[in-house]
């Protein structure tokens, strides 16, 4: 049975579609750069610029603090239907 991220496959990057899949198995977590880039399989500088892009766009929320930003998936209409369509 095909899973419904395999409907995204050609519409949405496969890198953005695996950093999306990090914060959507743990939607609470709060993530640094560096581990979404690891658990992703996606590099770093990839990773950074995907995750501004989700940020642009609402699905994820970042928080600095000091030096550091953290990110989490947001929890908005958005990020529910990307959720309800991706799983």
Do not use: C
């Amino acid at each position: 049975m095909m899973q419904s991220k395999d409907y995204f496959s050609g519409l949405i990057d496969d890198k953005t579609l695996r950093v999306i899949s990090v914060f959507l198995d743990a939607p609470n977590e709060l993530f640094h750069i560096n581990k979404v880039s690891k658990e992703a399989k996606v590099p770093l500088a990839t990773t950074f610029r995907i995750i501004n892009l989700l940020y642009k766009e609402k699905i994820i929320e970042k928080k600095t603090i000091g030096k550091f930003s953290i990110y989490r998936f947001a929890a908005n209409k958005k990020t529910r239907h990307l959720k309800r369509s991706i799983r």
